[in-house]
């Protein structure tokens, strides 16, 4: 399948939370864009709901963004190691705080 993303995504593992209602679900990063991100976990959410997530800097700042599951692929928790992706695809819909520290990622 052909890749449909119009920006360059980098590997980045950071540490998260995400949730429906709040973030209040531990997650990683696998790798982000301006754009989106991918989340690893094995209790991803369906495709087209929204999403709050706080991603931990490593100088252990917050960035708080919004964004909504595009894709999702899952895996049985035992063979979350073995796969090579399984959580969910998310689009940002906005960056609510840290979008400095956000948008630094992307500078060479």
Known sequence: MADKRDTKRQQKRLTLRFGKERPEKFGFTEDISRNGLFIKTVSPYSPN?????????????????????RWIKRAPATLVHMVNKCGMGIMITQIKEGKDKYDAFFIS
């Open 49 to 69: 709901t929204r999403v709050y997530i706080d991603i931990i800097t490593p100088d252990k700042g917050i960035i708080r963004v919004e964004g909504t599951v």
